[in-house]
């Protein structure tokens, strides 16, 4: 971590180049994973692909950025797997068919069933601009700049669904038979945890 003038400035997860930082998720009829034109690909899995990271990353108060697009298939494409203090959720973009957004789990209820449930219709090809933020007491998201989760967190119960994401932890992208591409990933502290990395 650089900090320049007492501002944190973000790490770079993602060369375009390599798979420098990250492992395939070890998903059981994973798929294959490359790096393509500047891009990480997630191809189809039975069901699920995914990346890992191996490197430091913080437990609370940051935010990540990437840029994601389905390629092909149905479901979600660039979920992500991100730590909550001493837990862990995944952002689910697009699953349950395709157009299902939201964050899994919250005191037990999937995405699908809790109050971050929100639908999008995901183009395949295009490339969408996505921002995640973790606090200690709220989880935030954005799409394309528009805010697609805002919810309170503090006292709850957060946690993983059932079955193999948990090896997406602690940061980590998985597809769900479907074709995903990735680009232009970094995280960065919030200053609230300036002095702390």
């Keep these: 971590m650089f900090a320049l003038m007492g501002v944190l400035l973000a790490v770079v997860m993602f060369d375009g180049k390599s798979l420098t930082g990250w492992k395939e998720t070890p998903f059981?009829?994973?798929?294959?994973?490359?790096?393509?034109?500047?891009?990480l690909a997630l191809m189809p899995g039975k069901p699920m692909t995914g990346v890992t990271w191996t490197g430091a990353f913080p437990r609370s108060n940051y935010e990540v950025r990437f840029e994601a697009m389905r390629v092909r298939g149905n479901d979600f494409f660039a979920?992500?797997?991100f730590?909550?203090?001493?837990?862990f959720a995944t952002w689910v973009m697009g699953g349950w068919g395709g157009d299902i957004v939201g964050i899994s789990s919250i005191d037990g209820w999937d995405a699908s069933d809790n109050e971050t449930r929100s639908y999008f219709n995901f183009e395949n090809g295009r490339w969408?601009?996505?921002?995640?933020?973790?606090?200690?007491?709220?989880?935030?998201?954005?799409?394309?700049?528009?805010?697609?989760?805002n919810v309170d967190v503090k006292g709850?119960?957060?946690?993983?669904?059932?079955?193999?994401?948990?090896?997406?932890?602690?940061f980590g992208f998985a597809s769900y038979a479907t074709e995903g591409r990735l680009r232009k990933?970094?995280?960065?502290?919030?200053?609230?945890?300036?002095?702390?990395?």
């Design 185 to 197: 990933i970094e995280y960065q502290p919030l200053s609230v945890q300036l002095g702390r990395y």
């Design 156 to 170: 709850r119960t957060i946690g993983l669904r059932h079955g193999e994401i948990k090896l997406s932890a602690p």
């Design 79 to 81: 979920s992500v797997t």
């Design 28 to 39: 059981t009829g994973r798929g294959e994973v490359r790096v393509e034109n500047g891009t």
């Design 128 to 149: 969408y601009a996505l921002r995640l933020q973790v606090t200690d007491d709220r989880i935030q998201a954005w799409i394309d700049g528009q805010q697609i989760v």
């Design 83 to 87: 730590p909550v203090g001493d837990s």
